[in-house]
């Protein structure tokens, strides 16, 4: 199946005043963001992606235009040629497509529509998130189906506590935010053609489409209690990497092939 990517967003709360790359260009290891995130779909047999650009585009453009295999492959270098032992993106269809500057998610997707035309199912990410997530099992449910859309559900990761309140203000119990019956938007989504249906222009992808089909039923969740991690701040990314550095990264599955 094809995969979307929208990568084209400011990524606003991971400035640092410094740098100016577009968030899925942050680097994760030796590799930005949004490496993890294909190779994450390729370990899944998925390699042909649609990339929704926007801000920095060209950053995104010139990783892969001047790839570097080393970075992250053993190699023998005889005689000034260099000879690699393995691959990452050799395999890979890799579409560029600008969806402008400032266009929110659902516009992004429809922007690129003409590329997954005849796909029956095709893939989404926001590619700022990583996971361990059976990719496969997700997918074989919602084919199972008559659904529009599925997303991965995961529960809230903030390290907030909620309270039960009397009405004097006296507390009754404390729970972890992540202990409660709730659910989120994990980013990955699964999606059939008729998406486009519920797409207007300029529309929402969350507010406009998958808000319209849960009111008609057509909208599955994929519970994952596994390991997610989101890269939408500095502080998140920057754990991610302190992670990745001391060898604990559940969601690189492609190592344990």
């Known amino acids: 199946m094809k995969v979307v990517l929208f990568c084209g967003g400011y990524g606003t709360r991971m400035r640092d005043g410094v740098t100016d790359v577009p968030k899925p260009m942050f680097r994760v290891g030796p590799r930005p963001l949004i490496w993890h995130v294909m190779r994450y779909y390729a370990h899944f047999g998925h390699t042909d992606f649609v990339l929704c650009l926007g801000y920095g585009?060209?950053?995104?453009?010139?990783?892969?235009?001047?790839?570097?295999?080393?970075?992250?492959?053993?190699?023998?270098?005889?005689?000034?040629?260099?000879?690699?032992?393995?691959?990452?993106?050799?395999?890979?269809?890799?579409?560029?497509?600008?969806?402008?500057?400032?266009?929110p998610i659902g516009e992004r997707l429809r922007r690129v529509r003409e590329h997954v035309e005849?796909?029956?199912?095709?893939?989404?990410?926001?590619?700022?998130?990583?996971?361990?997530?059976?990719?496969?099992?997700?997918?074989?449910?919602?084919?199972?189906?008559?659904?529009?859309?599925?997303?991965?559900?995961?529960?809230?990761?903030?390290?907030?506590?909620?309270?039960?309140?009397?009405?004097?203000?006296?507390?009754?119990?404390?729970?972890?935010?992540?202990?409660?019956?709730?659910?989120?938007n994990g980013g990955f989504f699964v999606l059939r053609p008729e998406i486009f249906d519920y797409l207007p222009e300029g529309g929402d992808l969350m507010d406009d489409a998958c808000a319209a089909l849960a009111k008609?039923?057509?909208?599955?969740?994929?519970?994952?209690?596994?390991?997610?991690?989101?890269?939408?701040t500095n502080k998140?990314?920057?754990?991610?990497?302190r992670a990745y550095l001391a060898g604990d990264r559940p969601w690189a599955l492609w190592e344990n092939d």
């Open 57 to 103: 585009a060209q950053y995104i453009k010139d990783f892969f235009l001047e790839y570097n295999e080393t970075a992250s492959n053993d190699f023998v270098l005889k005689g000034g040629e260099v000879e690699l032992l393995g691959s990452d993106i050799q395999d890979w269809t890799i579409t560029f497509v600008q969806t402008g500057e400032g266009s």
């Open 118 to 184: 005849g796909e029956e199912m095709f893939l989404a990410n926001y590619a700022d998130v990583l996971t361990d997530l059976d990719l496969d099992a997700m997918v074989d449910d919602f084919a199972a189906t008559d659904a529009v859309a599925t997303l991965l559900a995961v529960t809230p990761q903030a390290s907030f506590h909620c309270v039960d309140l009397a009405a004097d203000g006296r507390v009754s119990s404390v729970t972890p935010l992540h202990e409660m019956p709730l659910w989120e």
């Open 216 to 232: 008609e039923g057509r909208l599955l969740a994929h519970r994952h209690r596994g390991f997610w991690a989101p890269a939408d």
């Open 236 to 241: 998140e990314r920057s754990a991610l990497e």
